[in-house]
Each structure stands twice: as structure tokens, then as C-alpha cells.
């Protein structure tokens, strides 16, 4: 606590000797801000001046298109299934592993990890192993008619695997952190397990588990690489928004391609919107997901 | 191991650790074990064959290389990144500070079009690279360019909540020893930043030696020079190759493996560094 | 409602937190469980709570077999060391909180919680506090918070971990007088846990004290004062003076004391050591009246005494309490060579 105070109030009315000179901060503010200018507002600012090039009713007329419009509702269908999962899955895992004691829980914990370590195309190669023609399971799936790889069902189950840490990453550091005192007492009161949950723990994580679904859906509707792997690119069947925009791309229909992705930028740009929101709750400076900085203690 | 919560207070260990275990066994665990069992049915000299074919050798060395040199970008600028929008007041600082996670908020394809459109020839800023003569799209260059925007959190995230824990008390400690601020920095938290920065660093590297829709559309594909590893897996996976795509999957994968396995070896050094 | 522990023992891995305890608290008693951190005190607790589960050994809550019962059930009150309040609601919906999650059939209808509430509210003094939340309040307000939550759900019994160990000194005092007026009027069955002998002292009917998972003592404060069992107990409620020596037939010596110890009944010489509180000395200049010789240290006003810091010939201090006006009359001084003379010495031979 003591530490905090002097901690706040480090800015530039520092004292002369505990900061760099003026030349030097302002040289390195400029190189920051000419890195971040050139890395992240370019792109951003490019990306939708290409997709308004041709004035806003080429604009409209690209992104209401059927294919299009397929491909937005396919990656619905893909986040709206796969957040879900990873949700109970990440409640169930954070529960198990915050609340007790038990042997091979770091083993575990990196378990979970272990899709942050895999290349997207990877990800999709291991469920063409599975599902596909040539594939484990792929003679009994053909003699039932069943098609997973290039169909819907593939797509999902690409996206639940590249999206799956998320969730789990984020609530079990809330959850450790908590402890069990709460969750004891309520139980000495009386609760029963569903009513500790709901009424003690859950309002304790909502900000962290909120958090972990913005991570988690963000790389859900936007993977790329696994889903290309397993989609065979049917349009208007097996396209996602993603997809869609590299096929534009790739046909030369550049204003297209730019309105789609202008629509994943969106997505992005209210991502870290929400993100800085349920941050100031949080309280804290996040660790980029994917590290394994915030919970391996 | 379950005896000992017979009885616990708080309900639910066997439920939830059971349908973890369950959840990650069907998404995670046996879908990632088809790459060593098909690799095995494969044979070491097919295997070895497949792999050290000279254009997948090349494809490695790119990956390898390109992420590498993209990791070392970031680790220059983002120390500085970090430092500035921790230490520093200036306008426009939270937004700046929001932006940096757009590398992982964009989807990876959207990045790979807009680069591309950006550093082609004839581009906002590929014309003026054209002009003195640096190629930029198409090349390693490129490829570089684009992962050192996706790796480009990774550093800064990571340093962030270590410079802000840097306890000022040390510093002015070391102030009233008589360092200079040049001596403070190299001697006192530079030193203090180093295992989280090098942390970093690994991350950045991992994420980038398998990014796929970032680089795709700037890359180029040139067999032997601009092909990358994932390409080259999706490339033997269209023609129905899956033996050839697994045995070079296996390889990324373990390199992958590799870093994770010293990211958290230097976790732990960097805990331990900091307990004492 | 009456407590009753038997041979309870409880192991962590390879360590023994609680060995073969047994013991009983009476119907409206307030027992004190003392003891040094580790000594398996807070354990015990737990396990009567059915919090923790012991590995063998019973619990009976007015002489029924509780050890099967869950926590749930057993109805009693828990006061947690860092109170555990549940930071999202506020001291209205934590006190409430065990009747509202009671089955619907046995659940008081929403008027009968707010009047329980604040029934229970004004009983702990922060009936003015009822729409805070925890985070708002003081360590004293939230201590009080905790044992109003508590006792919401009419426990049988009341445990309490530590009740005053997060609290500063002068709270800790108020709040203590405060729970012993409260448990005088509502006359629940109560254990709680402390390591702090004076909290015991002047809270407790009766005190138990732990070391290493075991009773060392279980009696009346007077008596545990007065007459400890051990060794531990000696050094363990309050400051003690030591004396190394030797006893046979009958009479123990103490470097130039001798006194009477039937115990020793052996004509062959034990060692043994002499215990004597810093009141029971007494000192004077005169240095032949058969005392031990020491020198004058250090003297400190302590209250209605003063505390004199002798060291003898071997180096080692002796600490002796006198009554201020004694010290008035005699004017001791440090650098004075001084005779100490034990007024009683409790002795125990050392194995």
C-alpha cells in the first residue's frame, strides 16, 4: 500500500533526478508514438479508407451481398457455439483448479495452454487427421454420411480449439486470487453448492469472466488459418467472414474484400473498447492472452 | 488423489475436474495426438525425408528467421513502447495505450490484406520504399513487417506491469547513492526488466513461427524463398499429401514446443528473481 | 447446547496437526482454545465446524454425533479470521444472506429477514451501517458484521478463528469487553481461538492450551495461572524467570536457593528447573540474606509496577516486577548490586 502512493504520482512532476531528460522523453515519445502510428493507426486507417473508396453505397452494396451476408452469419453460428463451450469449460476448469488442492495442477494448467502454442494451420491439419477423407474416423463418417471437415461442423470445431484457453485463463487468477474464505463461510450458513456459486462466487468473477469472453470471442470470430484448413471455402456454405475476405482479395475485388474486413475491424475496434470498460472494473493492466505470465505462479 | 476431497466443503471438484479433463481430452488432448501417431505410421526415413527436403529446409529457415528478426524489432520497440506509456503523461496516452491490442483483436486476415494493400509498390508506403529502392511486399522483408505488427503486444504487455511495480523507493535510493539517471537505468532497471523482457521476447518469437493470415498475402509464396512453413503444410494438405503436411507440422509444432517449455522455464527464474 | 470432542487427530501430508484431543464445553460456557501459531488450534476449530475433516475421532453437538454431518447442517456460527464477508453485497444482504438461502419451506418471509436483520444489527451497533459493503468499513465494523451474519441463523454454537487478530490494540480491547457483555446476555455456547494469553484471559470461562497438536492444560484462567502443568504452560501465559538446578529427596537448589519439592523422590540428583514470574521475586540490597547476587541493569515504569532488568554473575537477565511504591521508597538504581530472593518458585524436572 505504502508503495502505491509514490507509485501514482510518478508522471512528469517527478523529481528532476527520477526521470530522463526532457530532450530524451520527448525524443522517445516521438519514436513511440511514429512506431504505434506507423504499426497500428496506419492499418486501421487504411483498412477503412479502402472499404469507403468507392463512396458508401459501393460500400453497403459489398457487405449486403448474399455471400457476404452468409459468411457474417457463419461466424455467428461458429463464436455462438464455441464462447458458450469454452465458458462452462473455463467456469468448470477455474472452479477445479482455484478452489482445490490437488496433484498435476501445473501439468494441467499448461495443458490448457497448450493451443496458444499451436500454429493456426495446425490446429486445422490435426481435425483433417480426425475427420477427414484419409482421416481416423473418416470411412466411418462417409459410410454414415456425415461430413465434418469442409462443412459447418469442422469450422466449429476449429474455432472451439483456437479459442479454447481464453475463458480459463483469464477466471482462474481471479478465481486463486478470491481464495475459498467466501465461498466457506456461505456454506456455513447454509448454501448449498449451486447457491455458493451463483450468489457468492459468480459476482466475485463476473468482470474477469466477462473479460475472458471478449478475448475469447474475438479470436473465435476472427481465426483465420485453422478454419481455412478445414472450411474448403464452399461460398455461401462454408465461408466465414475471414475467409470471405481473403477470396475477395484474392479475386482482385480489393473494395470488397475491404468492406468485409472492415466489419472484422469493427469487431476489433469494439473489442478493445469493451476490454479498456471491463478493465477499469478489473483494475489492473492486462497481460496480453497468450502469455503465460498471469497464471502460472 | 481424489480421497482426500471426500467430503470437502465446497462441492463440485469431482464434477468439474472430471468434465475438464473430459473437455480437454476431446478438443485438445486426442486431436493433437494424431500428429505424433500418423507421424510414427509414417516411418523415420519418410519422415526424415519429407522434412529435410530442401524447400521445406528453406521454409523453416524462413519462419525461423522472419520471426526472429520480427521478435528482435519488438524487443528494441517495446521496451521503449512500454517505458513511455508507463512513465511518461502525454495527450492521447490511453488511447494509445488501448491500440496496442489490435495485433490480437484484428483478425489475422484483415492485418495480411491491409499490409499488403499498404507495402505493395504501389501502396501509401510501399510507393515511397519503391522510390529508394526497398522492396517491401513480396520479400522476407514483408514477411518480417507483418509479424513484428502481430508480435507487437507481446513485449509491451508483458513489461508493463513490471515497470509499473518498479518500486520507485529504488531508484531514488539509488539517486541518493549518487548514480547518475544513465547509471540508474542500466544498472538498477534495466537489470530489474531483463527476465520479463526476455519473456516477451519468447512470446513474441512462438506466436510468430506459426502465423499463418497475417503473412500469407505479403509473402509472396515463392518456393525456396517466400514460402512459409504454414503454407507449405496447407500447400501438401490440397494435395492430399496428409503424411508429408504431418511430419512438417511435427517439426513446427515441437519448435513451438521448445519455446513454450523456456517461456516457462524463465517464468519461473523470473518468480524467483523477484521473491528474493 | 454442549460441544464434545473426542481423540480427535488430523494429518496434513506427514504432518500431525491434531494428536488424540479431547475435550468438552459446557452448555453456554465461552472457551478459549491457546495457543502458539501451528499448535493445530485453528484445525480443531475447523473441524468442529465440519469444515475440515478429521481423520479419526468424534464430534458431538449436544451429544449427538455430528462427525457425519455436513457443514451445512451442523448449525453452527463461524467467524472467520478475516471475516470472509461477501464483498459484493452489503451489511444488510450479508446478515441476511444465511436465512435467504435457507429451502423456501423453512426460509422467513422478506419482512421477518429485515426484522431479524436489524434486530441482529442494533445487537452489534451498526444498525446505521446496513446499506455499506464491507470494503466501506472499518476492521472493528466488519468483526462485528461477521459475528452478526453468524449469528443470523440461530447457531447452536459459535466458533470464532482469531476474532481479534486483524484489529489494532485499543479496538481489539474495546471489542473484546463488547463480546463478553454480549456473550453475558446471549449465553451462546462459544469457542473461539487466540494466541494472545491476555484475549483468553479476560474473555474466557475457560481456556484450553495447545502445543503441537495436543492439550497441554485445560482448566479456569485462575487456575491456568496459578498453577501451570508444564513447562510450555509456564513460559507460554506470561514473562517467566528460569532457574537451572538440581533436585533429590525431597528439596530442589537453585544455585543458593533451596525449597522443599516432595516430587523428587529419589535420593539419586535430576536436573531440574525453578519458574518464578516477575512478581514473585523480590529483591533488596541487603546481599547476605541468602539470595542471588545480581546487577541493576535497567528500570522501567510499567504501569502500577516497575520493571527491573537484573543480570547475575552468568550473564543471564532476570526480569523482577515491584509495586511503584516500593520503588518510591527504595530509589533502586541501575549499576546497584542487588540480592534476589523467589517468593515461590513452581518446579518442574526437566527430562
Redesign the interface.
Known sequence: MAGSSSRNHRTSGAAAHLTEPRWVRWGLIALTLGFLGLFLIVPLAAVFTEALGRGWSAYTGAISTPDTLSAVRLTLVAAGVAVPLNLVFGVAAGWAIAKFQFPGKNVLLTLIDLPFAVSPVIAGLIFVLLFGRQGWFGPWLAEHGIRIVFSVPGIILATIFVSFPFVAREIIPVMQAMGR??E?????????GL?TFL??TL??IKWGLLYGVLLCNARAMGEFGAVSVVSGKIRGETNTLPLHVEILYNEYQFQAAFAAASLLALLAIVTLVLKTIVERHVGRTTVQPGTATDTLS | MFSRQ????LPGFRLTMGYTILYLCLIVIVPLLTLPVQSWELGWSAFWRVVSDARVVASYRLSIGAAFAAACVNAVFGLIVAWVLTRYRFPGQRLFDALIDLPFALPTAVAGITLTTLYAPNGWIGRYLNDLGVQVAFTPLGITVALTFIGLPFVVRTLQPVIDDLDLEIEEAASSLGATRWQILRRVVLPFLFPAWLTGFALAFARSIGEYGSVVFIAGNMPMRTEITPLLIITQLEQFNYAAATAIAVVLLVISFALLLAINGLQAWTSRRLAA | MSIEVRNIRKTFGTFAAVRDVSFTVGSGELVALLGPSGCGKTTLLRII?????QDSGTVLLSGEDASTQ???ARG???V?Q?Y??????TVFDNVA??LT??PRSRRPDKAEISRRVHDLLKLVQLDYLHDRYPSQLSGGQRQRVALA??L??EPKVLLLDEPFGALDANVRRDLRRWLRRLHEEIKLTSVFVTHDQEEAFDLADRVIIMNRGQIEQDGRPDEVADQPKSPFVMNFVGNVNRFVGTAAAGRATFGPFTVDYPDAVDSTSRPAAGYARPHELEVSRNLTNGGLPARLVHVTPAGALVRLELLDDESRTIVVDLPRVQQEQEQFHAGERLSVIPRRLTIFLEE
Open positions: 474464505d467466501e466457506e463461510a456461505a456454506r456455513v450458513l447454509g448454501a448449498n447457491q450468489r457468492v459476482p466475485n | 471426500r467430503r470437502n466443503v | 465446524a465440519g469444515l475440515e475433516v455436513d457443514v451445512r453452527v456460527g463461524f472467520f478475516h470472509a464477508l461477501f464483498r459484493h453485497m444472506f444465511g438461502v435457507r451474519r453468524a443470523a441463523v
